[in-house]
């Protein structure tokens, strides 16, 4: 019997299973070998934490539905657990599952400081505002440890390099001594992403979050230091939580939110067996009702990566939930994620090194 497969839902963790990457050319299943095994108590799963040793930290994309040409990622792999979770797939690329293994097989960045130090310093470097929480969240709970994503903004702001996060991680309430003064200077802005207000299916559905209170006082401790912040209302699931977007924006809004973003599941590769698993799992009596509205938005299929219809979905349904949006942001008086305040790049320095001759202007 494979012991990576879980025989149920473990405490604390998102994925039902721990099946393998597309990549590999082989499957573990998990039979019952005739002597009690799969009667044996579900065992606590473990995090492991490996260094990564990627030589560079900034990442670049030309998606037409992203509003940014580059990002960071401290960590590979997130703790969080998120079932939905989009990212999950890329650990398939280390050989591992999009499975259990993407949220208890971790990978950190020690040198992404000075990676990124030495990448704003190449002379050909252009500034343009980076993004956080591209995917996977930089506040996941490793973070409180290993301050990778804390030694990053540090560097950001010696370089008056403007930088835009997305998370659903109470810890960037730790870095509003950072964030703060480089808001001030139109450098930060902060998106929270916020699933659900109902307690219970948070802690099935993301369980290592912080939960939908704590990411609310999160948007208020980030509004009163100044910083511009946002939620972002994502994934809205058909049949599970999309009946919530207008609460979510409402609890927002009177949080300190000015502005809202949603989009809706997506589930490519490995994610759509992962989440239907999930489904069977945790809310078997709505099951297959939520997945045939997700096959309603998405042409029939559980997942469309056309750009443009990925983020938003088509179909009915989906125009639905856009018209219900709209209406709601305008009614509660919130700006799109998109317009959350411009960066100002035009004060970006390289910081002067010991030993460096000073400048006579």
């Not at 992203?66 to 997130?78: A, E, H, K, L, Q």
């Not at 490793?142 to 804390?150: A, C, L, Q, S």
Request: overall charge positive; hydrophobic content about 40%; charged content about 25%.
């Amino acid at each position: 019997m494979d012991q990576a497969a879980s025989q149920g839902p473990r405490k604390g963790r998102g994925s039902i299973t721990n099946a393998v990457g597309r990549f590999e050319g082989y499957d573990r299943i998990a039979i019952d070998d005739g002597w009690g095994s799969a009667d044996e108590p579900v065992l606590p799963l473990t995090t492991t934490l490996t260094e990564d040793t990627t030589r560079t930290i900034i990442a670049r994309n030309r998606s037409p539905d992203v509003p940014f040409d580059r990002s960071i990622n401290p960590y590979r792999g997130c703790e969080h657990g998120c079932i939905y979770c989009f990212a999950r797939p890329t650990h398939a690329y280390l050989g591992l599952s999009p499975g259990l293994d993407f949220e208890s097989r971790l990978f950190y960045k020690p040198r992404g400081a000075e990676l990124l130090a030495k990448e704003l310093s190449a002379p050909s470097y252009k500034c343009e505002p980076m993004a956080m929480g591209t995917n996977t969240d930089p506040y996941q709970p490793i973070e409180k440890e290993h301050e990778v994503t804390r030694r990053i903004l540090e560097v950001l702001r010696d370089f008056n390099h403007p930088v835009s996060i997305v998370t659903k991680g109470a810890l960037v309430q730790r870095d509003v001594d950072i964030l703060g003064p480089m808001a001030a200077k139109r450098q930060a802005k902060v998106a929270v992403s916020i699933t659900t207000l109902d307690r219970a299916l948070a802690r099935r559905m993301e369980p290592r979050a912080a939960t939908p209170e704590r990411r609310l006082e999160t948007i208020r401790v980030l509004a009163d230091a100044g910083i511009p912040v946002g939620v972002m209302a994502a994934p809205m699931i058909p049949g599970l939580n999309d009946h919530e977007l207008e609460s979510i924006l409402e609890a927002s809004k009177a949080a300190g939110a000015t502005s809202a973003g949603y989009v809706v599941l997506r589930l490519p590769l490995e994610i759509k067996d992962l989440f239907a698993e999930w489904l069977e799992a945790q809310v078997p009596l709505r099951a297959k009702h939520v997945l045939t509205l997700i096959r309603d938005i998405r042409d029939g299929r559980l997942s469309h990566a056309q750009f443009g219809q990925r983020m938003k979905g088509s179909g009915a349904y989906a125009d639905l939930l856009s018209q219900r949006f709209r209406l709601a942001q305008k009614r509660i008086g919130l700006n799109m994620t998109r317009e959350l305040g411009s960066l100002d790049c035009s004060q970006f320095r390289k910081p002067p090194k010991a030993g460096d001759q000073l400048s006579l202007f």
